[in-house]
């Protein structure tokens, strides 16, 4: 929020702003205005509640507007190693007040560094106190799981997952997959990571899409997306996979453990990925993990890219990043993947697997773009990528022809 004055008050109208927003001025924290450290002191009192899981405090900051939702029942399943708010506007109309807030939460155990949300609150000031009678995500900000509805929680011994709307016996289905993708997301990539995941389960699509902040027509056909920080800050929470029930639920046991194979791979992945790194790389390795000691071949994993060459229309190049965009044809997109996670078959199989996770290091390692994969290509597999592209053509011809 920003202040503009006119005419011979300028200074002190800017002065006075700077009381009232939450905003630094001239690179020091401002003193608050009587309202903002009273409204400050209400939400630290919300935080140590829903920390404590101490419902009786938590209900002495409210006074819920109707149609308000019990956020504290509904995210009480959650483990939380942390939880705050931090102040960064506020704007008060008498009694009434809206207040803009950063949330800060980690899941306990999961999360190395705080996840960050933005929230809206509405406030009533009443017998000279503030209470909270509305807490909602802010506009054009995702929602949160609770948002949704009452979270239920199943913990495995290397996954946490969390739903709503979900019945016991699906999310135990998920952990068991989701306790059996880590250990063979182990197995293939050699780089250090916690090991441990977080599935979200919402209620439908529309759900998936709340999370995202995004329509749900872009998702519509994919499982499961995986969201977080990419670089190797070290910092970076964990990451979130987030599961699309409608699409997830008519795959089979062998597609749902592909699926979460898959995503967990960019959990794992996620400190070595980096802008350099193009998609065809990342989301091809993610399927070579998803399949690896599968048994399944080529033409049964790849069967739209195999259509494809036996008609005689071999892709001329590597998937672009543009062709994994979710809303666009799904047999393009489909073709994308499976020449992505071909290519990085091939590199298993020819060069070794050892080679393949020295591959994706190095590109991820590049500063930016371009060069990123030339570099790696020689650098690591001692080859150009002329001779990279034509290996690949020969291969998919062998595999797929």
Known sequence: MAGHGRGSWLAALCCALCLVVLAGCGGRDPVPDAAAGEVRKVLERRARAVLAGDEKAYDRTERPAKGAEDLFGRLRAVPLDSWDYRLTGLDRDGARATANAELHYRVKGFDRAPITAERTLTLRRTGGQWYVTDER???????????????TAERGERSLVLGVGQSAADLRAHRELADRAVPAVREAWPGKW?????????????????????????????????TGETGRSGRAPADRIIVNPEAYGVLGDFGKRVVLTHEATHVATRTDTSEATPLWLSEGFADWVGYRDTGRTAAQAAPELRRAVQRGHLPAALPEDKDFGFGGDAAKLAGAYEGAWLACRMIAEQWGERKLTDFYEA???????????????????????????????????????
Request: neutral net charge; without cysteine.
């Open 363 to 401: 590109v991820g390692a590049h500063d930016g773009r371009d060069g990123a994969v030339e570099g790696a290509l020689r650098g690591v597999l001692d080859t150009t990528p002329e001779d990279f592209t034509a290996r690949w053509h020969t291969y998919l011809r062998a595999e797929l022809g």
């Open 137 to 151: 995500p802010a506009k054009k900000t995702g929602e949160q799981l609770w948002d949704q509805g009452r979270v």
């Open 194 to 226: 916690p090991g441990r995941i977080v599935v979200l389960v919402p209620r439908s699509l529309d759900g998936m899409a709340g999370l995202l902040g995004a329509p749900a027509s872009g998702y519509r056909g994919i499982a499961a997306v995986t």
